[in-house]
């Protein structure tokens, strides 16, 4: 839903002749040079159809004056402005397109430019601390954006949909990014996270289809679920402080090389799921890898379990190319674990108790299942028992 209301709302706003584009004269430019200090109880913006803006999201009670004239709209208000409030230009999301706004301003609400399609890259007030959710969501007209040293938090999908987006440099005491913050900015291609950062929030990168690496810092404790689904991400190192693979953590990304220091334990539901990741070497420290976990890698062939792992469910359903798989002796609970791989031809278990073992269906080109010496009626008598013809002793 959220794709069809942007795609009408472009549409809509594409029919609008737009005077950010046009030529201005020398008055109204000045509005305009840095040079220019507005003052602390002013907001100044300018429109598309260079008129002044009917809803704004500011209590009436609090303004001296609203005025536009010479390409600039000025709203006046009785004191400091020290925050923006939730919604304050988004009810004529398809006006604004230019906006300054004084150095005072600490807050930025909810919403505050949510769909505004035409607003212009600014400059955010020097002592801005916090920028609300969704604030700047569906700005796509915003190719930049220059946080000030001592922003502290940024909601979550501050600013999610903002296509033309590409470079973005975080400064040094935002530690948490919160979910879908850029959701879906599809040109995203630099990021610069700060050294102190320690957790990425859901979704925080998903959809960004041109990011293609990033630099995850030491510091860094937690990735929460979908933070790089559907991403251009190639290539990333883990850093030591995760030990946790999330749910759908590279969900249809482009990942193809991964690197992981930490102590992982869990690779959790859909991690890698339909990534193009041609091998893969598990974590010695890893205990349960979840279902879906590299389902339909299709170009995945090679993949090497270690001594340690204690549960696998359905974590390569749909993998079609994997022709090989070596379960350890440590491993108790194989639950669908090859699901539908149509050029699976060997098995090797080293487990001794197979009692909670199952591999699923369609496995066509399936020819052997290697046991331990002395424990092929233990398989045979297993769940594994439809595939008894193709159990053989083996000394591992």
């Not at 046009?22 to 430019?29: A, D, G, L, R, S």
């Not at 689904?229 to 590279?250: R, V």
């Not at 299942?369 to 009626?377: D, E, H, N, S, W």
Request: glycine share 6%.
């Amino acid at each position: 839903m959220r794709r069809v209301f942007y795609f009408l709302c472009m549409i809509t706003a594409c029919c609008l002749a737009s005077s950010c584009e046009k030529p201005v004269n020398e008055q109204e430019e000045n509005h305009w040079s840095e040079e220019v200090i507005i003052p602390d109880n002013q907001i100044w913006y300018k429109t598309t159809d260079d008129n002044q803006m009917e809803h704004i999201g500011f209590a009436e009670e609090d303004i001296i004056s609203h005025s536009y004239s010479n390409g600039r709209g000025v709203i006046e208000f009785k004191n400091t402005v020290n925050s923006l409030p939730a919604k304050a230009f988004t009810k004529d999301w398809f006006k604004l397109c230019r906006v300054r706004l004084p150095n005072t301003i600490k807050h930025i609400g909810d919403e505050a430019f949510y769909n505004c399609l035409y607003l212009e890259a600014f400059d955010l007030p020097e002592n801005l601390e916090s920028i609300g959710i969704a604030a700047f969501s569906y700005c796509g007209s915003i190719d930049r954006i220059d946080f000030p040293s001592g922003l502290k938090h940024i909601g979550s999908s501050a600013f999610s949909q903002c296509h033309r987006l590409v470079s973005i440099v975080l400064p040094s005491d935002i530690d948490v990014l919160e979910s879908e913050v850029f959701h879906g900015c599809s040109r995203l291609e630099n990021v610069t996270l700060p050294d102190g950062i320690k957790s990425i929030g859901d979704g925080a990168f998903s959809y960004c289809s041109k990011l293609q690496s990033i630099h995850l810092p030491e510091s860094l404790e937690s990735l929460k679920r979908y933070a790089f689904s559907d991403s251009g991400l190639k290539a990333i190192t883990l850093p030591s402080g995760i030990t946790e693979i999330s749910q759908n953590l590279f969900l249809n990304s482009r990942l193809e090389d991964i690197t992981i220091k930490g102590d992982v334990k869990v690779i959790e539901r859909g991690a890698f799921s339909y990534t193009p990741i041609t091998s893969f070497e598990v974590p010695a420290t890893v205990e349960i890898i979840e279902s879906y976990a590299f389902s339909e890698c299709n170009n995945l062939t090679e993949i090497s379990i270690p001594e340690g792992v204690r549960e696998i469910y359905g974590a390569f359903n749909g993998c079609a190319a994997l022709t090989t798989l070596v379960l350890p002796s440590s491993l108790e609970i194989f639950s669908n674990g090859a699901d539908n791989c149509p050029m699976l031809t060997d098995i090797y278990c080293k487990c001794t108790d197979p009692k909670d073992y199952s591999l699923g269906s369609f496995l066509p080109e399936l020819q052997h299942i290697y046991v331990p010496r002395g424990y092929a009626k233990q398989y045979k008598n297993s769940s594994l028992s439809i595939y008894r013809d193709k159990i053989t002793e083996y000394d591992f």
